[in-house]
């Protein structure tokens, strides 16, 4: 049995899809999996229904969609959707949810990092990373379920971060520079991957185009939403600027924390 929000809300048994719909059956059942063993006030799952404003009819309603929701959760092995006066708890094994079994493999490659070994925390990121599917509770409509995707994406980005940080750690620096291209594609406003970018140009010989990073990142910043570039990213710059070795690089704060 296994659910997944790292992407599309899934419910799989075995190999058969469990048809879950209706958006707002969708949104309450993404309630129930972002709080998992633990009990979700009938007001909170409002919000992920209603963004704060929940029809006069909002409890009745919701007890129909958890109605419905243990009609098709019963049949499985090992769930258990609980009522109480002013709750529901979904009850269920959290290695059987991608978020949870992401979360744990990026927690252990994080201690093998902190025991010297980037090797063993390079490929522990890579299986976390791999279990995203695309974005995080795609298709389920309502502010407050973007804000709850927006703060799992932190966590993915945090992860290329950890991924990217062993790599360099190791000296992979011509061999990520395609990932890190596509990584900060993917977000063109984030310092940190933007800053293991250049590292990763400038180690490689490649100056100039570890020069080109800074401009663009902060062209981007200025123009979209009128700030400079942060602290620790023009020390990275300036570094650059002035040709210190590679391993100085990596004394920088911005690396130092990382790794």
Do not use: C
Request: hydrophobic share 40%; glycine share 6%; proline share 5%.
């Amino acid at each position: 049995m296994h659910f997944y929000i790292l992407g599309s809300l899934d419910v799989m048994r075995n190999d058969q899809r469990i048809r879950i719909s209706a958006p707002k059956q969708r949104a309450v059942l993404a309630a129930l999996l972002l709080n998992a063993n633990n009990e979700v006030p009938v007001d909170r799952i409002a919000r992920y229904v209603w963004d704060g404003h929940p029809p006069v009819t909002a409890q009745t309603t919701i007890q129909s969609y958890i109605y419905r929701l243990r009609q098709l959760l019963r049949p499985l092995p090992g769930t258990e959707l609980r009522t109480s006066t002013d709750s529901y708890l979904l009850s269920v094994d959290p290695a059987g949810i991608d978020l949870r079994h992401f979360r744990h493999l990026a927690s252990e490659a994080r201690e093998k990092a902190e025991l010297g070994d980037a090797r063993g925390a390079v490929a522990g990121l890579r299986q976390a990373i791999a279990i995203w599917r695309g974005n995080a509770l795609a298709g389920i409509p309502g502010e407050t379920i973007r804000q709850e995707a927006r703060l799992l994406e932190g966590e993915r980005v945090t992860a290329y971060e950890d991924l990217f940080s062993s790599e360099l750690a190791q000296g992979n620096y011509r061999q990520i520079i395609p990932e890190l291209q596509k990584a900060v594609s993917g977000y063109p406003f984030h310092e940190a991957l933007r800053a293991q970018l250049m590292l990763a140009f400038y180690a490689s010989g490649r100056q100039a185009e570890a020069l080109q990073q800074y401009a663009i990142i902060r062209k981007r910043l200025r123009e979209d939403l009128g700030i400079e570039p942060g602290r620790e990213i023009q020390d990275l710059h300036r570094a650059i600027l002035a040709q210190e070795p590679t391993t100085q690089l990596h004394t920088l704060p911005l690396f130092e924390r990382a790794l």
